[in-house]
């Protein structure tokens, strides 16, 4: 049953997603996997299988690992043939050349370091076939100490003393994490004396992250891509998006819903066109997005000021640059002044400026435009010639030209100049006050400057 759900998972999860572009070594969905084969031999949405599986990797799809082969053991006892001959990788059982032979002790024990803390799924045994007694009684144990014997004990090898019920090949399930696995018994079986041992290989197996079963042939769907190697089942944090249920186990109906949990409907993305397709992980739409849309499924609204097809035009004046409608561009709080109409997009006409145009310009040169913003003396020649020169008072700003102290009205209304480059004030008029004492008495003068003339004006203040 594991194996036939196995095969259904394989072919709905690649499904729609095509991964022929997975970097060299990896393949399936998101290219997540490892080849465990040569690279040439990997298909990049079905991956490795045998015979091409690199050594001490099996299973269908070459994720199953075996973490013993070539590790360095020892034993109780080396006798007629060394403990190493169970990780060679060979699983050559019908003579005990090919295995190893512990030599006679009680306890007798038999161990492989992984090198490193690990989680193992099950380990399999390989018996000698030709002399079948030294199987009784053998305890295994996953373990984290040198100590004899220690930690999770897995297994013990149980039948007749002469060992012929007992299978050659004999797998259990043995999980968790752990750097020794211990083989020991205290067992004396048949006509032995003493406890000995001649198994010919040890497999510690591991599944490779992101599968799980028997034969690691099934793939999760977890959103960090590793799952319980038993089960399947996902640590908490959830399934990858397409997936849903306790397990992730059930994929999402194909063009109803998508996304994480599968709580997004297709229905509801705004595709262009109808025919789009929904993806179950992404719910992409083909042809990209309705105006004013954007994202791979089209359901967010355009950002940054901008709206319609793909978000690529640029919201009009809007006030205090608020964004405007991501489809229509209506600027949705008014303009910016010196802007009207509902986009924006219009500057102020026939000498007005200010919010919605509504105000009239003021005296400009030969009744030109003025500038259709507001413009703010104070920021304007603070601007250009420094807070050092410059002083205010209420309404009022003063500049001291030649020891004389010159006041200007507090709002002032430049002529058009060069478009944007506001301040230029070429052709501006200045409303002045100029202050003096005159025979001990302080003397206002109020005077309309047009800029083009000389003394104290825009053009002389240099500005
Ligand atoms: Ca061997």
């Known amino acids: 049953m594991e194996k036939y759900l196995g095969a259904a998972v394989l072919f709905v999860i690649f499904l729609g997603h095509c991964s022929c572009n997975c970097p060299g070594g990896t393949y399936g969905y998101n290219c997540g996997y490892t080849c465990n084969c040569d690279q040439d031999k990997c298909n990049p949405t079905s991956g490795c299988s045998p015979p091409n599986c690199s050594p001490g990797w099996s299973g269908p799809t070459c994720q199953k690992h075996n973490l013993a082969r070539v590790k360095p053991t020892s034993s109780s006892g080396e006798g007629l043939y060394p403990s190493s001959q169970a990780t060679d990788g060979n699983t050559a059982a019908n003579s005990y050349a090919f295995c190893i032979e512990t030599k006679g002790s009680n306890p007798n024990w038999w ?11 099950d380990v399999t045994i390989y018996f000698r076939t030709d002399y079948t007694p030294r199987r009784n009684g053998i305890q295994v144990y996953l373990t984290n100490t040198t100590t004899i014997p220690s930690g999770l004990l897995c ?13 050659n090949t004999t797998s259990f399930p043995c999980h968790g994490r752990g750097r020794y696995v211990l083989l020991y018994t205290t067992t004396a079986n048949n006509r032995d004396t003493q406890p000995i041992m001649d198994f010919c290989e040890v497999e510690v197996n591991a599944c490779d992250p992101g599968t799980f079963g028997a034969d690691c042939e099934n793939y999760c769907h977890c959103k960090d891509g590793v799952c319980n190697d038993i089960t399947g089942v996902c640590p908490p944090g959830g399934c990858l998006a397409g997936w849903k249920g306790t397990n992730c186990d059930v994929a999402c109906v194909q063009g109803v819903e998508y996304g994480v949990r599968c709580l997004k409907t297709c229905s509801t993305r705004m595709c262009q066109g109808d025919g789009s397709t929904c993806s179950r992980d992404t719910g992409r739409c083909d ?13 967010s609204e355009c950002q940054s000021r901008t709206f319609g097809v793909n978000c690529s035009s640029t919201c009009g004046h809007c006030v205090d640059d608020e964004p405007c409608h991501h489809v229509t561009r209506t600027c949705l709080k008014g303009c910016s002044p010196g802007w009207v109409s509902d986009t924006c997009q219009q500057e102020c006409q026939s000498r007005t400026f200010g919010v919605n145009c509504s105000s009239t310009c003021g005296h400009c040169v030969d009744d030109e435009p003025c500038h259709p913003c507001h413009w703010n003396l104070s920021q ?7 807070q050092q020169h410059l002083s205010t008072s209420g309404q009022q700003f003063t500049w001291k030209l030649n020891g004389t102290n010159i006041s200007f009205g507090s709002w002032i209304y430049w002529s058009r100049c060069d478009v944007g480059v506001v301040g230029c004030c070429c052709r501006c008029s200045v409303l002045m006050e100029e202050r003096r004492l005159q025979d001990g008495k302080d003397v206002i003068k109020r005077t309309w400057h047009p800029a083009d003339k000389p003394g104290p004006t825009c053009r002389s203040l240099n500005i």
Do not use: F, H, K, M
């Not at 304007?380 to 420094?386: A, D, F, I, V």
């Open 380 to 386: 304007g020649l603070q601007s250009r010639l420094g």
């Open 287 to 299: 042809g990209g997005c309705q105006a004013g849309w954007e994202g791979e499924d089209c359901t």
């Open 155 to 167: 297994y013990t090898v149980t039948g007749r003393v002469d060992g012929p019920d007992i299978n």
């Open 111 to 121: 161990r492989v370091d992984l090198n490193d803390t690990v989680l193992i799924r």
